[in-house]
């Protein structure tokens, strides 16, 4: 960011509407407002921030980071309106004299981890994170945990884990290998460091009540759509004893509530 709080760019009688505090209606608002329109940001939380302020766990980054660049932005002349319903619509602030709007809510709708068995201690990543930020004190995951998946969001999660009381083990369980994750490959080795243990070529079927989640033996075949080497399940499976497990296999944003919002959403998924 620009530190200097001065909008440096003709003032234009033009309003524009953020929807969302996150880490894109911040940029989009910042410089927004410095190319001269009259900038308010719409949040549902009593905070800006979004997944750096609620998700991303407090060890990876300061909050006094984050408090430093929303000051910048406020000092430019941002309006916030905070705890405001997620029901907005486009018509409506339309008609309250928004020209524009800026749509960034985030992807905060868990891909489900397709997953038999009897037992429920399975959390989606997105929960986890919001609780361990909030007080880490009230989860108990028990002392061995799985983490399902090969993102940032994974990494996350099995860094956290290992910071609650009781835990002992926990495990990145991810179907391909370590050369096809999609995490950022410091965090990843820092998660090595801090004692995660990462378990490739494994794609959970099943958990039952006595703990076991048994998983099946993958091998890698041809490049797909994403240009990763597929996985290809084989005959093999594997089993591994944990208390807990946690779903972190990707995460999309809510069309169904755009649609219901007013934007119209292609087949795609995009508008």
Do not use: H, W
């Not at 406020?74 to 339309?94: P, T």
């Not at 944003?253 to 998924?269: A, Y």
């Amino acid at each position: 960011y620009d530190t200097k709080s001065s909008v440096t760019a003709e003032q234009l009688d033009v309003k524009v509407a953020v929807i969302g505090a996150g880490p894109a209606g911040l940029s989009a608002a910042y410089f927004l407002v410095k190319a001269g329109f009259k900038v308010t940001v719409f949040e549902k939380q009593d905070s800006p921030g979004g997944v750096i302020t609620y998700v991303l766990p407090n060890f990876r980054i300061p909050a006094s980071a984050i408090e430093k660049d929303i000051s910048i932005i406020k000092a430019l002349g941002v309006d916030f309106k905070f705890g405001v319903s997620e029901e907005f619509s486009i018509n409506d602030l339309n008609n309250k004299g928004y020209k524009y709007i800026f749509i960034g809510i985030g992807a905060e709708v868990s891909r489900k981890l397709q997953l038999t068995g009897d037992n429920n201690n399975v959390y989606e990543t997105l929960d986890f994170l919001r609780s361990f930020n909030k007080d880490l004190g009230v989860l108990n995951i028990g002392r061995r945990v799985a983490v399902i998946g090969g993102g940032n969001t994974a990494v996350d999660s099995a860094r956290s884990a290992l910071r609650i009381d009781g835990v002992e083990k926990v495990f990145i369980i991810y179907r391909r290998t370590e050369d096809e994750m999609p995490a950022d490959k410091e965090e990843y080795e820092r998660a090595l460091e801090e004692g995660v243990i990462f378990k490739p070529l494994l794609l959970p079927e099943s958990f039952s009540k006595t703990g076991i989640l048994k998983c099946r033996k993958m091998t890698l075949g041809t490049p797909d759509s994403s240009g990763r080497r597929r996985p290809v399940p084989t005959e093999e499976t594997e089993e591994i004893t944990v208390d807990s497990v946690i779903s972190a296999i990707g995460e999309y944003t809510d069309s169904k509530f755009l649609s219901v919002c007013g934007l119209k959403i292609e087949k795609n998924n995009r508008p």
